[in-house]
Structure formats: structure tokens, C-alpha cells
């Protein structure tokens, strides 16, 4: 990695195989067999990318949020599951994580005292994210407006919806059903 910090990589293995007889002859059928490969760059208390690919011959899609909960290279945690499920239900392999603010909280309240407008190093994440993927959704709630060097790296983005001040809905609470709309900068 040529951006510094630590990287986790995992390869993770789930499937189903069922295994009967008929008579004298024993057969095994394999359900499905697939390899998540998960990972993250961690450094102290910031996460700058999370991934999850299942199927690498997909488009994968990047989404930006607000800022790292507790997912890690491991670990899900209630977003990162919904962002799988949506990304599978619209067809991608896999996706890319980012988010506007690297700092890892479940309360976006702590961000105030790290809020750095243009983190060098998450930008340069971002971008190489960004070269990754088919497309960028965006995602991170009630949080303001979008950073001008986003506008500038980001031309064509989607978003789940918009909430009444114009900022992208965060995917947490919203319907699997939920379609993806073009994002519209203000």
C-alpha cells in the first residue's frame, strides 16, 4: 500500500454442502460456494476504506457516508450488512466503503473536534476507491453540505433519496426496495 497504515485482509469461505444416499449410491450436491473477500485500511482511531467483494467479476459500487462506525476487516456492522444487501439486490460484486470524516465513532456528535474540511490522506482513499468502481452512491444523512473537493472528484453521483435540508439519506433505516436516484449538488 503506497498511502501508509494498516491493512486487514480477510478471506472468508461460506457455503452449504449437503450430502445424501440413494440405495447404494452416495452423492453430493453443492449449494453454493462463494469467497467474500473483506477488508480495511485502519490507522488509530481512523478508517479510511472498507471493502466487501463477493463476486470480483461484477462493477462494484463505492459508497461515502459521514464517518467509520465499528466495522472492520472482520467485522459488519449494521450498515456495512444493509450496504450488502442492497449492493447484491442491485446486481454489483461487492463494494467499497468511505466516508467524508475517517474518524471512528458510533456518535457522529464527536466529530466536531476532528473535523479536518480536507483530510489529505482520506482523499487520497477516496480517489483510489473512486478509480475502483462503477458507480458512487452517496449516503451520509443529515450531516450538511457536500465538501467542494468531493463536487470536484465526484461528477455523477447517486444517493438514496434526498432528506428535507437536500443531503443524501443514510441507508441504516431505509426499505431494501429503496431505488437509487441521481444526486444533485446544491
Request: charged share 20%; aromatic share 12%; with cysteine.
Amino acid at each position: 500500500m503506497d498511502i501508509g497504515g494498516n491493512v486487514g485482509l480477510g478471506c472468508y469461505q461460506f457455503g452449504l454442502v449437503l450430502v445424501w444416499s440413494s440405495g447404494n449410491r452416495k452423492s453430493q450436491n453443492y449449494i453454493e460456494k462463494r469467497t467474500v473477500i473483506k477488508g480495511a485500511v485502519i490507522e488509530g482511531e481512523r478508517r479510511y476504506q472498507l471493502w466487501r467483494i463477493w463476486e470480483q467479476e461484477k462493477p462494484l459500487l463505492l459508497f461515502i457516508l459521514l464517518n467509520p462506525s465499528l466495522a472492520d476487516a472482520d467485522a459488519n456492522d449494521r450498515t456495512v450488512a444493509k450496504l450488502i444487501h442492497f449492493s447484491k439486490n442491485w446486481g454489483y460484486g461487492g463494494f467499497y466503503l468511505g466516508n467524508l470524516h475517517s474518524f471512528i465513532s458510533t456518535n457522529p456528535k464527536r466529530l466536531e473536534p476532528h473535523l479536518i474540511p480536507h483530510e489529505k490522506v482520506n482523499v487520497s482513499h477516496m480517489k483510489e476507491m473512486k478509480n475502483k468502481c462503477e458507480k458512487v452512491v452517496f449516503g451520509w444523512g443529515n450531516a450538511g453540505k457536500t465538501p467542494l473537493w468531493l463536487k470536484e472528484m465526484i461528477t455523477d453521483p447517486f444517493c438514496f433519496g434526498t432528506n428535507q435540508n437536500g443531503s443524501p439519506k443514510h441507508p441504516l433505516y431505509l426499505s431494501y426496495k429503496t431505488p437509487l436516484t441521481p444526486f444533485k449538488y446544491k
